[in-house]
T-cell receptor, first 114, second 114 residues
Framework: AQKVTQAQTEISVVEKEDVTLDCVYE???????LFWYKQPPSGELVFLIR??????QNEISGRYSWNFQKSTSSFNFTITASQVVDSAVYFC???????????FGSGTRLQVQP | NAGVTQTPKFRVLKTGQSMTLLCAQD?????MYWYRQDPGMGLRLIHY???????AKGEVPDGYNVSRLKKQNFLLGLESAAPSQTSVYFC?????????????FGPGTRLTVL
């Protein structure tokens, strides 16, 4: 199975710190899609970003930014000036192009302390 | 638009009982999925459907059945519940145009099997 690895199980930071969540993926596909989802304490899964393998430009959305590097098979997520509302579990996922279903990493729990 | 809805939100079963989880989406999406989430793990694919009248097995299909009689609904059945099926179940849907393959999730169903 082509895995998605989020090695950081839990990260704790103080508000206003920057934090980077790591994601490493395996794939044999030439074209593939990567995703990040946020799961706040309320439990729902919130879509954050989708990235295509042929677009290696980094993306920024407000305090969120994503660094996609095919050479290291990584798709890391950085939150700048973290806030308490950022406290959640964050999942990285890769699209299985056969089933068109997602393979998830095990998630990183981020706790932002006030 | 309600997006993806799941019924019920919570359920407690005794071993051997049966139940059906209902997922409904109003986005006219072709693809629908059932995942389960267990502590410390990412979501794992149970079954999926690429269109009305079609279903296929995912990563962990044993003990579950599904049906997609209408495009907007995807049902997950447990014929004889076991304690190992205690989990949070998420339904998701994805379209084939626009933001293709971006999966949108329902709020989840927390199932406990005693």
């Amino acid at each position: 199975a082509q895995k998605v690895t989020q090695a950081q199980t839990e990260i704790s930071v103080v508000e206003k710190e920057d934090v980077t969540l790591d994601c490493v993926y395996e794939t044999r596909d030439t074209t593939y899609y990567l995703f990040w989802y946020k799961q706040p304490p309320s439990g729902e899964l919130v879509f954050l970003i989708r990235r295509n393998s042929f677009d290696e430009q980094n993306e920024i959305s407000g305090r969120y930014s994503w660094n996609f590097q095919k050479s290291t098979s990584s798709f890391n997520f950085t939150i700048t000036a973290s806030q308490v509302v950022d406290s959640a579990v964050y999942f990285c996922a890769r699209l299985d192009t056969g089933r068109r279903a997602l393979t998830f990493g095990s998630g990183t729990r981020l706790q932002v302390q006030p | 638009n309600a997006g993806v809805t799941q019924t019920p939100k919570f359920r407690v079963l005794k071993t051997g009982q049966s139940m059906t989880l209902l997922c409904a989406q109003d986005m006219n999406h072709e693809y629908m999925y059932w995942y389960r989430q267990d502590p410390g793990m990412g979501l794992r694919l149970i079954h999926y459907s690429v269109g009305e009248g079609t279903t296929a097995k995912g990563e962990v299909p044993d003990g579950y059945n599904v049906s997609r009689l209408k495009k907007q609904n995807f049902l997950l059945g447990l014929e004889s519940a076991a304690p190992s099926q205690t989990s949070v179940y998420f339904c998701a849907s994805a379209g084939t145009s626009g933001d293709t393959d971006t999966q949108y999730f329902g709020p989840g169903t927390r199932l406990t099997v005693l």
